[in-house]
């Protein structure tokens, strides 16, 4: 008999402001489902972004954007 329960049913995503992003990619290291990807694509600024890839992993844990120096994410969960 388990006790733990395994949440698969939580689900999240993310909005990255494009042009606050800097590109550091602090977020990719951090997300513990490899559910952000980086871009190829530069913002205004030239920076190269990142955005949520379609893996359908993203829990809205919210680390990225705590891990974010630019707020650039928004998280949502549900
Ligand atoms: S941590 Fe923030 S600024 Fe850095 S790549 Fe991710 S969204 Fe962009
Ligand atoms: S909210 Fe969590 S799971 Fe979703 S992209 Fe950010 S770090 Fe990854």
Do not use: H, W
């Not at 329960?5 to 590109?23: A, F, N, P, W």
């Amino acid at each position: 008999m388990s006790s733990g329960k395994t949440d698969t049913s939580i689900k999240g995503y993310i909005e990255v402001d494009q042009e606050l992003c800097k590109g550091c990619q602090i977020c990719i290291s951090f997300c513990p489902k490899d559910a952000i990807s980086a871009s190829d694509k530069l913002n205004a600024s030239g920076y190269l972004t990142v955005f949520l890839n379609d893996s359908g992993q993203c829990t809205g844990c919210a680390i990225c954007a705590l891990v974010c120096p630019e707020v650039a994410i928004e998280v949502y969960r549900g």
